[in-house]
């Protein structure tokens, strides 16, 4: 039955008269219409809104709604809102939609969407807001979301069916500008992203638990730190596992932790999987309800500090026996600060030639040197106190007496040791390396047995030669302009070359005299022959593994676990396309924005249990045909865990057995 708008006004001028209301019975004698024709007109009124109905007894009671008008509530909604009838003519706009589509309702208004500027501003989105607005006058309610590439908007929208005032059928067509809120869930799943990878991979343990201690998540690196798997932790509170004379360290500190003071840095002891205690050191933080205050959350960094304790107190059983030492060493051993002696040992004492430590402490160190030496030593020591690094020099002290020390020839045979265990260090440093020292003119003044083999000479023929001698010229003179270098610039080369078909990794550094100046060459060369073969071996096996997989006629492709192509052949471009590295496998294959359920990609179960898996699908490829695949999927790389980090899928077209297997069944 088509309703007459005569009657429909005729029913709400009625009620507007009578604000107290109207039973059916008193409209239908007053309008002088049958009843179920009045029951109609009231259920459309209430249905668009305009009518409301209550209880009196066992009456009805019909009154018009005492709301706000429908165009007065749309117009100062925030969301973009659009009216529609059965033939998808546009009704209403509020004032935002008008002013995003850049329009008016003269030019909007009656208009077939089709014929609007939705067209080209919903862009690639249109035709899914045009075919669910077919669906809501259907009677199908959608709601989605819709991005609009072009302008960089992402709206959520809901598409509802409506009935006029008339009974007439329509769609209402609700828009709200969600960009900022999906990049801010962008941000925080790179942020939660970030956190899991830098979690799931840190040497660190984290950790998350609740103000009672219990555990919420842990990182892999319990497994390293406490012998523990993560799900072995997660529900169990931490004073489970702590040290019983620690547990009042953890009490306290969290007792401490407020919005003030909201982290802190402990040390404590807590219970290996195998029984013994280590060492760790958390940095602890509270995290606050920003409404309440509610403490919340406690976030944990903890580290295994067993080493560096056994480290301190290593060095603190050094300091005694250091302290000891030098108590007895036969060398002058004087601590100042500011210049202003602090300490000195028995031997300078009694170099100094004083009986009291107490004559000397206190005193300027600048005070027993000699008046010739003391700019030096001040330069030296500013230079100390600023972070460099002085070499030893050789100065003249005086006694508390004033006379003058000599120590010339401790000094001589000192300078002789030193030189001779640099000598030796770089002698035994590498005893299965060819080890020349040179003077600075070339002159071999050591030599290791490795060394005197390859030259083809016994060691003592060797020593007082030239170099050069027993070398080809060319060779001799490249060695001779490596040697000037490392004398000018005063630091060490490293080369690799190869001679007679043994290729050598050789390093070449200054041997430095007291004055700064070089005075010796040390060379050491390493046989890397077997090294380079390896490496050239190594390269020429990818290069033939490249081409293999790349001649391969299958589409092939490998991902990670978030399902980003990382790699493909060059067949699976021919059959996708030259751009789907870095895409989703399911926007690259299937032209989807959405993945598979977890528990139905296979690549995803690669990843859960390591098996191969097989099974076939449907793929669209890059001209837009739907083409049938065999694949099978498998782990192709793991790190240094076990775990997988990427799979290879090899997918084999069975499309036109498919198709003759379809018209065998038609048949």
Not at 296 to 311: C, F, H, L, P
Not at 449 to 454: D, G, I, M, S
Not at 561 to 567: A, G, H, P
Request: glycine letters at 6%; charged letters at 30%.
């Amino acid at each position: 039955m088509a309703l007459k708008r005569e009657i429909t006004a005729k029913i709400k001028e009625l009620l507007r008269e009578r604000p107290q209301g109207l039973s059916i019975t008193e409209i239908v004698r007053i309008i002088n219409i049958n009843r179920n024709t009045a029951g109609r007109y009231l259920e459309n009124l209430m249905v668009s809104g305009q009518v409301e109905m209550r209880h009196f007894g066992m009456a009805k009671i019909y009154r018009l709604a005492q709301r706000v008008p429908l165009s007065a509530m749309l117009s100062i909604s925030s969301e973009l809102i659009m009216l529609l009838d059965g033939s998808l003519r546009v009704l209403y706009a509020n004032e935002p939609l008008l002013k995003f589509l850049e329009t008016t309702q003269n030019d909007l208004y009656g208009k077939n969407i089709e014929y609007t500027p939705c067209v080209s501003v919903f862009d690639d989105a249109f035709d899914t807001l045009k075919k669910n607005m077919k669906g809501g006058l259907a009677g199908k309610e959608w709601s989605g979301e819709l991005s609009l590439k072009n302008k960089e908007i992402v709206f959520s929208c809901r598409i509802a069916p409506t009935v006029f005032e008339e009974g007439q059928r329509g769609v209402s067509v609700l828009l709200e500008d969600i960009t900022e809120w999906k990049r801010s869930e962008q941000r925080i799943q790179e942020s939660e992203r970030q956190f899991r990878l830098l979690a799931e991979n840190t040497l660190d343990m984290i950790d998350r638990h609740m103000p009672d201690g219990t555990c919420i998540y842990v990182s892999p690196a319990c497994k390293t730190t406490m012998g523990y798997d993560p799900e072995e932790l997660i529900g169990h509170t931490a004073f489970e596992v702590l040290h019983p004379d620690d547990v009042h360290i953890i009490a306290k500190y969290q007792s401490e932790l407020s919005r003030k003071t909201p982290s802190a840095r402990v040390t404590y002891r807590v219970r290996h999987k195998d029984g013994h205690y280590v060492w760790v050191e958390s940095v602890i933080r509270a995290i606050f309800d920003d409404k309440t205050g509610e403490f919340i959350e406690i976030y944990g960094v903890t580290r295994d500090i067993s080493r560096r304790k056994k480290a301190e107190d290593a060095l603190r059983e050094s300091e005694d026996r250091y302290r000891k030492l030098v108590e007895i060493s036969p060398d002058a051993v004087i601590l100042h600060r500011d210049g202003k002696i602090i300490y000195l040992n028995p031997t300078a004492l009694n170099l100094l030639g004083a009986l009291d430590p107490n004559e000397i402490i206190g005193n300027n160190v600048l005070d027993y040197i000699q008046p010739d030496f003391r700019d030096a030593v001040r330069i030296n020591i500013e230079k100390d106190l600023g972070g460099d690094i002085t070499p030893p020099m050789e100065l003249h002290m005086v006694r508390v007496d004033g006379k003058p020390i000599d120590i010339t020839e401790r000094k001589r045979t000192e300078k002789e040791l030193r030189e001779s265990e640099v000598t030796s260090r770089a002698l035994i440093n590498a005893p299965t390396d060819s080890v020349l020292l040179l003077d600075s003119k070339g002159i071999i003044l050591d030599i290791n047995e490795t060394a005197a083999r390859r030259f083809g000479k016994p060691k003592d023929g060797l020593i007082g030669i030239r170099a050069d001698d027993v070398l080809p010229e060319e060779i001799a003179k490249a060695r001779r302009s490596i040697i000037n270098q490392v004398i000018e610039k005063k630091s060490a080369i490293r080369f690799e070359d190869e001679r007679h078909g043994v290729w050598f990794d050789t390093v070449t550094y200054p041997i430095m005299s007291e004055t700064g100046e070089v005075n010796k060459i040390a060379i050491i060369a390493r046989d890397i022959t077997n090294r380079r073969r390896i490496e050239e071996a190594l390269r020429k096996s990818e290069e033939k593994l490249h081409a293999m997989l790349q001649s391969i006629t299958d589409p092939m492709n490998m991902m990670d676990e978030d399902l980003n192509i990382i790699w493909v052949n060059e067949t699976a471009k021919q059959y996708f396309g030259k751009d789907i590295v870095g895409r989703k496998c399911y926007e690259a294959f299937h032209q989807r924005q959405t993945p598979c359920e977890p528990y139905s990609c296979l690549a995803l179960k690669a990843f859960r249990d390591g098996k191969m898996h097989r099974h076939e699908t449907a793929m669209i490829d890059a001209h837009g045909q739907t083409r049938f695949f065999e694949c099978t999927t498998n782990v192709a790389l793991r790190d240094k865990s076990g775990k997988p980090v990427a799979v290879l899928e090899i997918s084999r077209d069975i499309t036109d057995r498919k198709r003759a297997e379809e018209a065998l069944r038609e048949r």
